[in-house]
């Protein structure tokens, strides 16, 4: 542990764990919505390929030759709310249904909490038919906070759909993220790994210096291991509650 106490008490290194410690606090105060959405590969139910008189595919009683489902999820990934007012209504936000597609049937099959109030509807848009998502009255997306669409469909080479719509001081509109990254937990980014080691690193340190104190019969000296005692266990909370936590636990309201 005293090489390791040497190599913080190097001016170089603190002057680099103070900058790197400044730009990660930084980037986690940062408030920011960010709109996102997600396509789910579609599922094939059935597929009439070959031409068999005996076996055909109804749909409200008109004949089909496919069947596919599929989810468009749409949420907050950042940090600060979206609600009602930031919504644009000439330009809302929405899943646009390709023209390759023939929309059978859609619902909401999720919500991040069962008491928001958000609608999907069914419109046309700039001659394009296309599914609203609304916030109703003082609803908002919490980070996040979204829902998933269930969309039922015929097609003979269905395109993606994709969500369009503008969210007031969101210049970028609505990002698409790929739903088997975002929905697989997959690894924290390696920074997020470091600054957690290194936290924990800085604890122990502290923690031998004042066991080594103790055992010699000089307690007083702990109060000058108090700052990496406190510093390692509060920066490993902060850490685990505002980036491990959110990334691994959640979207489990998608199932």
């Given at each position: 542990?005293?090489?390791?106490?040497?190599i913080?008490?190097?001016?170089?290194i603190q002057?680099?764990?103070a900058?790197?410690i400044g730009?990660?606090?930084y980037?986690?105060?940062q408030k920011?919505?960010i709109?996102s959405y997600a396509v789910?590969?579609?599922q094939?139910?059935a597929d009439?390929?070959e031409?068999?008189?005996?076996?055909?595919?109804l749909?409200?009683n008109?004949p089909?030759?496919?069947?596919y489902?599929g989810?468009?999820a749409?949420w907050?990934s950042g940090n600060?709310?979206i609600?009602s007012s930031?919504l644009n209504?000439?330009d809302?936000?929405?899943?646009?249904i390709?023209?390759?597609i023939?929309?059978?049937n859609?619902?909401?099959?999720?919500?991040?909490?069962?008491d928001?109030d958000v609608?999907?509807?069914?419109k046309?848009?700039d001659g394009?038919?296309v599914?609203q998502?609304?916030?109703?009255?003082?609803?908002?997306?919490e980070?996040n906070?979204g829902?998933?669409?269930?969309?039922y469909f015929?097609?003979?080479?269905?395109d993606?759909f994709?969500?369009d719509?503008?969210v007031?001081?969101?210049?970028d509109?609505?990002?698409?993220l790929d739903?088997k990254q975002?929905f697989?937990?997959?690894?924290?980014h390696?920074?997020i790994?470091l600054?957690?080691?290194?936290?924990i690193?800085?604890?122990?340190?502290?923690?031998w210096d004042?066991?080594k104190?103790?055992?010699?019969g000089?307690?007083s000296?702990?109060?000058?291991?108090?700052?990496r005692?406190?510093?390692?266990p509060?920066?490993?909370?902060?850490?685990i509650?505002?980036?491990?936590?959110p990334e691994?636990?959640?979207?489990?309201?998608?199932?």
């Amino acid at each position: 542990m005293e090489s390791i106490g040497k190599i913080f008490k190097n001016p170089i290194i603190q002057i680099v764990i103070a900058l790197f410690i400044g730009w990660f606090f930084y980037s986690i105060g940062q408030k920011e919505a960010i709109p996102s959405y997600a396509v789910e590969d579609y599922q094939v139910f059935a597929d009439l390929q070959e031409d068999v008189p005996e076996l055909k595919l109804l749909w409200n009683n008109k004949p089909i030759t496919n069947f596919y489902g599929g989810r468009v999820a749409i949420w907050n990934s950042g940090n600060n709310y979206i609600d009602s007012s930031r919504l644009n209504s000439a330009d809302p936000i929405r899943i646009v249904i390709p023209n390759s597609i023939e929309l059978l049937n859609f619902y909401i099959s999720d919500r991040s909490r069962p008491d928001l109030d958000v609608t999907a509807t069914k419109k046309n848009f700039d001659g394009a038919e296309v599914i609203q998502i609304s916030l109703n009255g003082q609803e908002a997306l919490e980070p996040n906070e979204g829902v998933a669409v269930k969309m039922y469909f015929t097609s003979d080479k269905p395109d993606s759909f994709i969500v369009d719509g503008r969210v007031k001081g969101i210049p970028d509109g609505v990002q698409l993220l790929d739903w088997k990254q975002e929905f697989s937990r997959q690894n924290l980014h390696w920074a997020i790994w470091l600054l957690l080691g290194f936290a924990i690193l800085v604890f122990l340190d502290g923690l031998w210096d004042s066991y080594k104190a103790v055992k010699i019969g000089q307690k007083s000296l702990i109060v000058n291991y108090l700052p990496r005692l406190v510093f390692g266990p509060t920066m490993s909370f902060v850490i685990i509650y505002y980036t491990i936590i959110p990334e691994y636990f959640g979207m489990v309201w998608l199932k």
